[in-house]
């Protein structure tokens, strides 16, 4: 490409095709919209429309964005083999408003074996609790939706007024999800969450730094049962080498205090299902919070190595 592509949503579109290239050269294309390609790699390209579905990708499987900015969401629905790598990924910050907010920057809908790794993700939220929380940015700077085997490495993601990285709806226990060496920082809620989903299996969380938030993580079933879960599921997951520093309280929407440096329970909310042979292990919680709560305490390995304050299951350092 020799020039810029101005328009609007789905500005430039390909529908169908097969190995195919495309390098931009550092041009904008305002918006871009696959449906139903195969084997096909945007490069060094910006997308600059800087709302909702700037880059949508439906349908498809080995799409890669790589070398690229975009200013806007990117939102896959029911694709594949997804890379996004070495890329920006950014919603613009807009000011506040009423009408709703828009759920997540990076979106994972539907699809399999989709990664984004390497990249930096901003959700577009300023930051204030009061004046700006859930009226301004994302929800989620990375959202995943009834995903298969996600992989997130490498990151630097911020500026979410809920989650870093939230799994918010699936049909069973996210499986195999892999989680690993992402900087998650100036988000509202927890660094990684889940709250209406049945639970993760199989999966690992590893090398994540969290800054800035209230929490590392935060899994619970506070919305599994709104979303039509039956049973809950949290079985030979990994969580190992995470640090978390900074701690913030809560928004004063969701009371204003200081929680857990991480919190897991399985237990409040009711449902029944299998929870085992989860390993915590050398994970650095600093000590400026609560311990890490942890329930059903039966249901966690104590790796050891772990540093948090003494109120926790773990044997804190």
Not at 10 to 32: E, K
Not at 74 to 88: A, E, I, K, M, P
Not at 128 to 143: K, L, P, S
Request: glycine residues 12%; negative net charge.
């Amino acid at each position: 490409m020799d020039a810029d592509v101005k328009g609007g949503s789905a500005c430039v579109r390909f529908d169908g095709n097969a190995g195919v290239t495309l390098d931009c050269q550092g041009h904008d294309l305002t918006s871009i919209r696959l449906n139903g390609v195969q084997d096909f790699t945007i490069r060094n390209c910006q997308a600059h429309l800087g709302d909702v579905h700037t880059i949508e990708i439906v349908n498809s499987s080995r799409v890669t964005i790589e070398n690229s900015d975009v200013l806007g969401q990117v939102f896959l629905d029911g694709s594949r083999q997804t890379l996004l790598r070495n890329s920006s990924f950014r919603m613009p910050v807009k000011p506040p408003s009423s009408a709703g907010f828009v759920s997540c920057e990076v979106c994972f809908y539907g699809g399999s074996d989709n990664s984004l790794s390497g990249s930096t993700v901003d959700g577009g939220w300023d930051g204030n609790v009061t004046t700006t929380y859930q009226r301004q940015g994302v929800d989620d700077a990375v959202g995943t939706s009834n995903e298969s085997r996600p992989t997130i490495v490498d990151n630097v993601i911020m500026n979410a007024f809920d989650a870093g990285i939230e799994s918010s709806a699936n049909a069973g226990p996210m499986t195999a999800a892999v989680i690993r060496n992402n900087q998650i920082s100036h988000v509202g809620f927890t660094g990684i969450a889940s709250f209406y989903i049945a639970g993760w299996q199989s999966s690992v969380f590893s090398g994540n730094t969290v800054s800035d938030a209230p929490s590392l993580l935060d899994f619970d079933l506070s919305g599994a049962s709104l979303a039509g879960v039956s049973t809950s599921t949290l079985v030979d997951n990994v969580i190992e080498s995470n640090t978390f520093r900074n701690p913030v309280p809560l928004p004063p929407l969701y009371g204003g205090r200081v929680t857990a440096s991480m919190l897991i329970d399985f237990v409040t909310g009711g449902l029944s299902g299998t929870i085992a042979n989860n390993v915590v292990r050398n994970n650095d919680f600093g000590t400026a919070s609560p311990g890490p709560k942890l329930a059903p305490a039966s249901g966690f390995v104590d790796g050891g190595g772990n540093v948090c304050s003494g109120s926790s299951i773990l044997a804190c350092q």
